[in-house]
């Protein structure tokens, strides 16, 4: 019968020292005159954005990870968080919010499926005609289909229902109906906000939310 391999606690190996860290860290910590300052508790399950060698953002890892790719130097610290540290045996290291790598990844080109919910989420929930942004809210197709309209990116934008029905089977130059923006194809970034909901306010430069 095999035996059973004990968990390893965490633990982080590296070729000129070992580190172990806590997965609580310092509550405190001291600024540039020495005072000591209250630093906010957080896990080391903690979000940490991942920006490609570009500064382009393409993922979101845990405080761990994020820690082992600093020192094994694949990724280089852009953002720390000022009021908290990471405490090991040792000592004490920033406490990661946005790295970067060190060697540009080639992401996979990353499909984006076009259906409604996508259109209202690229539109942010609000009607492209009049901007009410009260449900419930439609999909229009720009050029009707019964005059040669197609289900694309392009062709899709998000409509209350009474703007909807007041274009009709015309053309928004015909019932002199302006779109507040051109529809196109999102970008992967838009749907990783999304995703993620609340961000940390160090995030927002690098997700274009500035």
């Known amino acids: 019968m095999r035996k059973r391999r004990a968990k390893i606690p965490f633990v982080s190996y590296f070729s000129c020292r070992r580190i172990a860290f806590s997965t609580t860290f310092a ?18 399950n903690s979000r940490v954005l991942i920006l490609n060698q570009s500064y382009e953002p393409i993922s979101v890892c845990s405080t761990k990870k994020a820690l ?92 209350c229902v009474k703007c909807n029905n007041k274009k009709g089977n015309r053309t928004p130059d015909e019932a002199r109906m302006r779109l507040m923006s051109i529809p196109k194809k999102p970008h992967h970034v838009l749907f990783l906000k999304h995703y993620l909901g609340k961000v940390d306010e160090t995030w927002r430069p690098y997700l274009f939310m500035d």
């Open 27 to 44: 509550q405190f910590r001291h600024d540039q005159t020495g005072r000591q300052e209250t630093a906010v508790f957080l896990s080391l």
């Open 68 to 159: 082992l790719l600093l020192f094994l130097t694949k990724a280089e610290i852009v953002e720390e968080r000022s009021t908290s540290v990471v405490r090991s045996v040792r000592g004490f290291y920033p406490f990661p919010s946005v790295i970067r790598l060190s060697a540009y990844l080639r992401v996979p080109f990353r499909k984006i499926e076009l259906s409604r919910k996508n259109i209202l989420r690229r539109d942010g929930f609000r009607c492209q005609y009049c901007g009410n942004n009260h449900p419930p809210l439609t999909v229009d197709h720009i050029i009707p289909r019964s005059r040669g309209g197609n289900d694309s990116w392009e062709n899709l934008t998000c409509a």
